[in-house]
Every structure is written in structure tokens, then in C-alpha cells.
Nanobody, 126 residues
Framework: DVDLMESGGDLVQPGGSLRIFCVGS????????MGWFRQVPGKEREEVAR????????RYADSVSGRFTISLVDAKNTLILQMDRLKPEDTAMYSC???????????????????WGQGTQVTVSS
């Protein structure tokens, strides 16, 4: 069975940094499209970033570009989101998701997120 498990969420002060993790199992991690999403109660889910694990190509939401970095540790089936210069508006439940794709173009244009983790809470507040 495919499983995604997030961890690392915490309370952090504005301007601070945090790294959150998503460990995947039950699928070929090295040939997947992986994404980070966030959601605040009462608002629509927002995509934060995505990466094609087969080549390392990435894409970021404008709201986090230049502050967040999505990366992989293939050997550990782990997806990482490094978040720097955090703002109160970054407060949300962060979840990872997977789409089975064989190319960056498919990941970029036709990702179908079929598996989701439970999420980890990130709170940015003084």
C-alpha cells in the first residue's frame, strides 16, 4: 500500500526557518511527481511546490518562490520542504501528495494527485 507520512511541523517565529518531511512507501519514489500543499480552515488548498523525482525539476507557487525549497533524499524515500523567512500567512496544515508520472512534462502539466499524507501543522507566530 502507498503511504505518505509528514513530520516536522512546529511553531516558529516570523522570519524564522523550518524544515518539514514526507516519507513515502509502497511506490517507486524515484519515478514520481511529488508535491507539497497547504490549507487553512475555510480556504481552498494551495499548492506550494512540486518536484519530478526522476529529474529534479521543480515548480513553486509565487507566494513562496525564493523562500521555500523542495528537495529529495531518494535513498530514504523522503521529500523535504525547507521554509525560510517564514511569514504569519504561511501558517497552515502542510501535506504531501504523489502523482505517478514518467516525465517532468507530465508532472508539470498533468499531475493527478492520487495519494495524500495526513499533514503536519506549521504555525508562524510571535
Amino acid at each position: 500500500d502507498v503511504d505518505l507520512m509528514e513530520s516536522g511541523g512546529d511553531l516558529v517565529q516570523p522570519g524564522g526557518s523550518l524544515r518539514i518531511f514526507c516519507v513515502g512507501s509502497g511506490f517507486v519514489f524515484s519515478r514520481s511527481c511529488m508535491g507539497w500543499f497547504r490549507q487553512v480552515p475555510g480556504k481552498e488548498r494551495e499548492e506550494v511546490a512540486r518536484v519530478f523525482t526522476g529529474g529534479g525539476q521543480t515548480r513553486y507557487a509565487d507566494s513562496v518562490s525564493g523562500r521555500f525549497t523542495i528537495s529529495l533524499v531518494d535513498a530514504k524515500n523522503t521529500l523535504i520542504l525547507q521554509m525560510d523567512r517564514l511569514k504569519p500567512e504561511d501558517t497552515a496544515m502542510y501535506s504531501c501528495a504523489r502523482s505517478y508520472t514518467g516525465s517532468w512534462s507530465s508532472c508539470d502539466l498533468r499531475a493527478d494527485w492520487d495519494y495524500w499524507g495526513q499533514g503536519t501543522q506549521v504555525t508562524v507566530s510571535s
